[in-house]
């Protein structure tokens, strides 16, 4: 069965304290994995596509990469308003699935 | 602001009631797609349209369906609804039809069913 699992399902951050988000997948025919942001009562707001193990994608202080198995996002010095809900979800033979997403605090 | 526009944002109805959802797409973009999010179940796919046509179905409900017009505005039917169906309603748009690529959400139409 075609499954997206991220952990961990809560994290709380001291501001400036770096660490890593996980999203693992197992589909047949991945096209794509891409991560998004979500604030309380909003739509999710896209980040990064990547389409083949070993690449990876920046933006500020975030960084995603890709295996064959698994994407990290990597949050560097984050700060309070990197608070957010962060998904992931791969696109596999015209299905889309979404990770139900780490919640993610950062503390001033 | 996407660009993606929802309408309306609330809606509170009574079990066995039809409701519809609106979307307009961002300026250009010729995919819509919509989504349903529940605490318990996450973000759920629920069916892809593509210039008109329907291009990808997901978890989609037999009580539910789904149409994109000439002008692109797409808009979700709910029927026969139960309490188990409220739930957070998001469209989503791109430009392209064969990969996922970029896709932009809208704020989301809140569904209540009493």
């Known amino acids: 069965e075609d499954q997206v699992t991220q952990s961990p399902e809560a994290l709380r951050l001291q501001e400036g304290e770096s660490s890593s988000l996980n999203c693992s997948y197992t589909?047949?025919?991945?096209?794509?994995l891409f991560w998004y942001r979500q604030d309380p009562g909003k739509g999710p707001e896209f980040l990064f596509t990547?389409?083949?193990a070993g690449e990876e994608k920046e933006k500020e202080r975030l960084k995603a990469t890709l295996t064959k198995k698994e994407s990290f996002l990597h949050i560097t010095a984050p700060k309070p308003e990197d608070s957010a809900t962060y998904l992931c979800?791969?696109?596999?033979?015209?299905?889309?699935?979404f990770g139900k997403g780490t919640r993610l605090h950062i503390l001033p | 602001d996407s660009g993606v526009t929802q309408t309306p944002k609330h809606l509170i109805t009574a079990t066995g009631q039809r409701v519809t959802l609106r979307c307009s797409p961002r300026?250009?973009?010729?995919?819509v797609y919509w989504y349903q999010q529940s605490l318990d179940q996450g973000l759920q796919f629920l069916i892809q349209?593509?210039?008109?046509?329907?291009?990808a179905k997901g978890n989609i409900l037999e009580r539910f369906s789904a149409q994109q017009f000439p002008d692109l505005h797409s808009e979700l039917n709910l029927s026969s609804l139960e309490l188990g169906d409220s739930a957070l309603y998001f469209c989503?748009?791109?430009?392209?039809?064969?990969?996922?690529?970029?896709?932009?959400f809208g704020q989301g139409t809140r569904l209540t069913v009493v």
């Open positions: 989503a748009s791109s430009v392209g039809a064969v990969g996922y690529t970029e896709a932009f």
């Open positions: 589909v047949s025919g991945l096209r794509g």
């Open positions: 990547l389409y083949s």
């Open positions: 979800a791969v696109e596999a033979d015209d299905k889309i699935i």
């Open positions: 300026s250009g973009d010729l995919s």
């Open positions: 349209y593509y210039n008109g046509e329907e291009r």
